[in-house]
């Protein structure tokens, strides 16, 4: 349930709002910081019931905003198959169908929610850009693991350029564990001789679910959201633990001497997974890629969409827009 405004003074708060952030983005934290503090704790569930259970309660907390931001951008949402995985597609109400289309895998440590549930985010970018967006609405672990799961993105891609579509007129995104999906995607289709997308946006990426990376430790006590013991069984439910460095798994692993495209990489500095994004920024880099490592000040994870008003999220969204109009084929 949504938190009535509070001031900032008035909160006895375990985080502390950064002084350096907007003062949009500072009222808007106290909130997101006292409903972290408020919000029951979820157990390592033991069974599919409770994945299932657990899936529900994150859905029924994150429905609400998700469906007031879409419905304040006026945007419309259907959903359909294709090639036999659900999707759900966002447009803006003017939206006339061009050649550049944006495709979309959503956040959720692969265990927690829907294509139909976080439309915010694109929401989002299918107003700022005013193109389609499809979202995957890939089916989560552990019902269904990484193997299956990078299986369904490849069979939507692979029906958008069955029907002729230029890949290069085609964006992918993602956010959270979407991100890390998004790209170990890409290098599966590599892989597979697929024609790559012609540009691609990760959002707060957990691009290696191994729990590597310096920021899991020097960042733990001050990342509102995210905890290393819960992102640890999420891990065990989407993939072996033989297969945590798996490229497909953990894009930080890929081989970036192979062709990437270019990448938009965004994130904030209150995030545990602040390493994984300055570490896939360089792998890709070191590759001889085109990336653009975009950082934000006391932002928490996945900012644009949980704190879509303010001043650092509409520029994290612009900037993605703009990174899309120069990098997608007309």
Known sequence: MPLKPLGISSVPLRFQVPKTVSPEAA???VNLYAASQQ???LGK????ADFDDANQQMEAAFAPSNAQLAERLSVTIRREDIAGVPVVRIARQDHTPGKRLLVYVHGGAYV???AGTLVGLPSLIAAATGNEVISIDYTLAPRARWQTVTDQVLAVWKALLAEGRDPGTLGLLGDSAGGGLAAGSVLKMRDQQIPLPGALWLISPW????GAGDTYDTLKQADPTLTPESLAWCAEAYADPADHEHPYVSAVYG???KPFPPTLIQGGTREIFLSNFVRHYQAIRTGGHEAVLDL???MPHVFQSLLPDAPESKTAIKRAAAFFDVYLRR
Do not use: K, M, R, V
Request: charged share 20%; aromatic share 18%.
């Open 296 to 298: 934000y000040e006391g």
């Open 255 to 257: 081989d970036y001497e």
């Open 45 to 48: 569930p033991l069974s599919q």
């Open 112 to 114: 927690y929610f829907s």
């Open 39 to 41: 919000a029951p704790a």
């Open 207 to 210: 691009s290696d679910i191994s």
């Open 27 to 29: 009222e808007a934290l």
